[in-house]
């Protein structure tokens, strides 16, 4: 039978307090409490329940003394039982709650850095997502782990659309769409393993999902080109006036499905729009192709649809332009054209801007990777370029 004591509502803050002390300190029964500012029914009710006088409105509480007692005399229990029954509620254990909680939030953490395990640029990516909070806001952080960590054992490698990586590692089509949690958690890590700002725009995820051979779609992406023909179809009519006309011309991935090229004898590939748009004002006849920067899928499609012509490649001396320069080499067979260690130095007049990041030894020169380091300044194409037109047939 329980004591009556137990349920005077004078005792009523006194049990609250004592919840309070349990619950943060894991349930364990031990220490003191000390309870302040008792009333007159207060001091009262907590005589009766010490079994003791209380004439102060300060008292201190043995937590171990009193469950022995209650234990004794409460017929329901010790302390934690006779604060459930007072207070109504079962009480929580908050320390192990939070250590649930905790093993709960780093458990997607813990079997990212096990499928992971490894990889160089790890350790950045984890404390970057960890920064966006990511997975604290996935509906299934584990399964988007998972999905993640599939996708990209399979990059960088041959070339595949979005829609089948994601049917690969995520088990169906719409596994890394804009917008999902795998989607984010996989260009996070793109982005950790060139050293890039995670891009913020469609346009910029859209770019990096293509530099590692994931097409995104067919019409988004373009290739800027000039002086190009087509053998038969729409396509070729529109490269025809365009290649007539001296008017450059973005080809898509679409138009390249739909259209065979002509092999010209020579290209001239560049890395910046404003070369192709000199030769086109100065109305030469060499085509040209632009990589405009890190070239995108659609660019390599267009370099390896003229395979068999001359690809002269001409970029900017800089370390990433080198970069760009051996991805080039690798993937399309071009070849550096006025990239020596000489025309870097020819450069330098005027030049200021300073090289940063990494150096890149270039595999076609190692003089000018010698004398960019020694001079330690980038020459981008525009600065040369009169001298690349006077080149140019």
């Known amino acids: 039978m329980t004591a009556s004591w137990l349920d005077d509502p004078a005792l009523g803050r006194v049990w609250n307090v004592l919840r ?5 300190r894991g349930l364990r029964v031990e220490g003191r409490v000390v309870l302040h500012g008792l009333g007159r029914e207060e001091r009262h009710a907590v005589a009766g329940l010490l079994g003791r006088s209380v004439i102060r409105e300060r008292v201190s509480v043995d937590l171990a003394a009193l469950d022995a007692d209650l234990e004794a005399r409460s017929g329901i229990g010790g302390l934690l039982a006779v604060v459930e029954h007072a207070t109504g509620a079962p009480l929580r254990d908050r320390p ?22 490894g990889e160089p640029w790890l350790e950045d990516w984890l404390h970057d997502v960890r920064r966006a909070g990511l997975l604290s806001r996935a509906t299934d952080a584990t399964a988007a782990v998972r999905t993640a960590a599939a996708a990209l054992a399979r990059l960088p490698g041959r070339e595949l659309s979005r829609t089948e990586l994601a049917v690969a590692a995520g088990g169906h089509a719409h596994a890394l769409d804009d917008g999902s949690t795998a989607a984010a ?4 890590a793109l982005a950790a393993q060139t050293g890039e700002p995670v891009p913020t ?5 859209r770019d990096l999902w293509e530099r590692s051979g994931v097409r995104v779609d067919l019409v988004s992406t373009t290739c800027l080109t000039l002086g190009l023909r087509g053998r038969a179809g729409p396509v070729a009519a529109r490269l025809d006036l365009a290649a ?3 008017d450059p011309v973005h080809l898509t991935p679409w138009d390249l499905r739909r259209s065979t090229l002509r092999i010209p004898d020579t290209v001239l590939v560049c890395e910046n729009p404003r070369v192709l748009e000199a030769v086109a004002e100065r109305g030469s006849h060499t085509p040209v192709v632009c990589t405009s920067g890190q070239p995108a ?9 003229l395979q068999g012509a001359e690809l002269r490649y001409h970029g900017d001396f800089d370390w990433p332009g080198v970069a760009i320069a051996h991805r080039l080499i690798a993937a399309a067979g071009v070849t550096p054209w006025r990239m020596g260690a000489t025309d870097y130095e020819r450069g330098l ?15 076609w020169d190692a003089e000018l990777g010698a004398a960019m380091r020694h001079h330690g300044v980038a020459v981008h194409e525009e600065a040369v370029l009169p001298r690349l037109l006077d080149d140019i047939p």
């Open 349 to 363: 007049a005027g030049a200021t801007l300073p090289l940063v990041g990494a150096p890149v030894d270039p595999v």
């Open 201 to 205: 725009t469609a346009s910029g995820r």
């Open 96 to 117: 192990s709650d939070r250590a649930r909680h905790a093993a709960r939030r780093d458990a997607p953490m813990e079997l990212a850095r096990t499928l992971l395990e």
């Open 20 to 24: 309070e002390r349990l619950e943060a």
């Open 244 to 246: 007539d006309a001296g």
């Open 185 to 188: 958690l996989v260009l996070r």
């Open 297 to 305: 899928l659609v660019v390599l499609d267009v370099l390896t649809a």
